[in-house]
């Protein structure tokens, strides 16, 4: 009995918090997968991995043929192209590269042989539903927030007419087009009914905004409405986004006890040839970030930054406002040395009242490689906290560790998102 007890008071070593790291059930906070009834809009398989447009920006900075050659491809020859440079003329240590070979180890399939016709082939006999089943296993994802866009044509008819929801995919209300290509949102919103004009939103035009954020929110059962901005966003400001921000969104937000998530930092289209893979990042100005959480107390703020050089001063407005819970390790910064550096830097000044990571996955195999390769990171960081704790006398046990991580994925996020 006592040999229990004192085993219980013994810190957990760091192969033990590793194992509860890599264990724990993951609430993925952003991804771009679909529930099943989306149908083909939920991608999977070698192909899909092989085009996504991370690996895409990579092959180009081998291939010589014209960007228009490539696009005119079907996805198996694209794929092909991407096989041939990223993984047989140059060994695969890119972030990417390695993570469609550690989703395809923990699949079971052989990588050694540099099989591609195999691995096609082994695809081509799963299942839609066992594969979804089998990578959130071995993912260890419990729950996966999608992107969901009233503006993409393929997805919103499959809303319109409505479906019988899967409980383990979630909705996030996504709204770029709406602050970012007014134009455009106002003929489509006066399409669907609105009373919408454009130019300078009038009072009108703002309570249907809003309405329209009501239906869609309502239709999807949105847990936060979610935009990306470029690098160059300020807010305060007399432009029609930041009016539509503060006049309609916001209040939306709060009537409905729903977060904001804010992702910013991204310079799209730095190189449109490369379509989805030629968007860049640049250093956000964040006072737009302190204006938001000191100026709207009663939102609530999800935040992701793109550059490195913000990802300090995030942690820091973190500590100014509770109101804002900081995200991910997003896109540019999802490789080992930024999570690392990030995750440790949040630690250091948040404590554990943030999510350190989302996956981010546009295939669903994905999901199996972002976590695993995530989780052994943060694994690795907290060990090293507690360690540091433990040197002054105080023991984390077991439990509380659980409890931690528990929160890190997952739970802190839920919380924010009650509260
Ligand atoms: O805006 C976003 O949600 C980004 O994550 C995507 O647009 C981006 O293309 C991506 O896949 C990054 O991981
Ligand atoms: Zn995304």
Redesign the pocket.
């Known amino acids: 009995m006592k040999a229990t007890l004192a085993e219980a008071s013994r810190v957990p070593s760091a192969k033990a918090i590793e194992d509860i790291v890599m264990s724990v059930p993951v609430t993925d906070i952003?991804t771009?997968l679909y529930d099943p009834a989306f149908k083909e809009l939920l991608l999977w398989g070698i192909d899909d991995l092989l085009v996504y447009?991370?690996l895409v920006a990579e092959a180009f900075r081998y291939l010589d043929l014209p960007y228009d050659k490539f696009w005119s491809l079907s996805k198996t020859g694209q794929a092909d192209l991407i096989w041939d440079a990223l993984f047989l003329q140059h060994s695969p240590v890119s972030e990417a590269c390695r993570g469609v070979l550690t989703a395809l180890h923990a699949l079971g399939l052989d990588v050694r042989k540099r099989d591609l016709p195999a691995l096609r082939r082994w695809f081509a006999s799963q299942t839609l539903d066992g594969h979804i089943t089998r990578c959130m296993e071995l993912a260890g994802v419990r729950k996966v927030f999608m992107?969901n866009s009233p503006f993409d044509d393929l997805e919103c008819p499959v809303w319109e007419r409505g479906f019988r929801r899967d409980d383990r995919f979630a909705a996030a209300l996504?709204i770029?087009p709406l602050l970012l290509s007014w134009p455009e949102a106002v003929s489509r919103l006066a399409r669907w009914g609105y009373k919408v004009q454009g130019g300078v939103p009038s009072r009108k035009t703002l309570d249907e905004v809003r309405r329209f954020l009501a239906d869609w929110t309502q239709r999807m059962n949105a847990r936060y409405v979610?935009v990306?901005l470029p690098a160059e966003f300020a807010f305060p400001a007399k432009t029609v986004t930041t009016q539509l921000m503060e006049k309609a969104v916001l209040p939306h937000c709060r009537d409905h006890g729903l977060p904001f998530a804010l992702?910013l930092g991204?310079k799209r289209a730095t190189n449109p040839q490369l379509k989805?893979?030629g968007?860049g990042v640049g250093a956000s100005n964040l006072a737009v970030l302190q204006n938001l959480c000191a100026g709207f107390p009663e939102n609530k703020f999800l935040t992701t930054v793109l550059a490195r050089e913000n990802q300090h001063e995030l942690c820091v407005l973190a500590r100014k406002f509770r109101n804002l819970h900081p995200f991910g390790c997003?896109?540019f910064t999802?490789v080992p040395l930024l999570i690392d550096e990030i995750t440790r830097l949040r630690l250091e000044l948040l404590g554990l009242s943030f999510t350190p990571q989302h996956s981010?996955a546009?295939v669903l195999d994905q999901i199996v490689y972002k976590w695993q390769h995530s989780r052994r990171l943060i694994a690795r960081a907290l060990a090293d906290k507690y360690s540091a704790l433990a040197q002054t006398g105080w023991q984390a046990s077991r439990a509380e560790i659980e409890r931690d991580v528990k929160d890190l994925f997952g739970g802190a996020f839920t919380r924010f998102c009650r509260s």
């Open positions: 952003h771009h447009h991370y992107t996504r770029d979610m990306s992702m991204v989805l893979a968007d997003w896109w999802n981010d546009r």
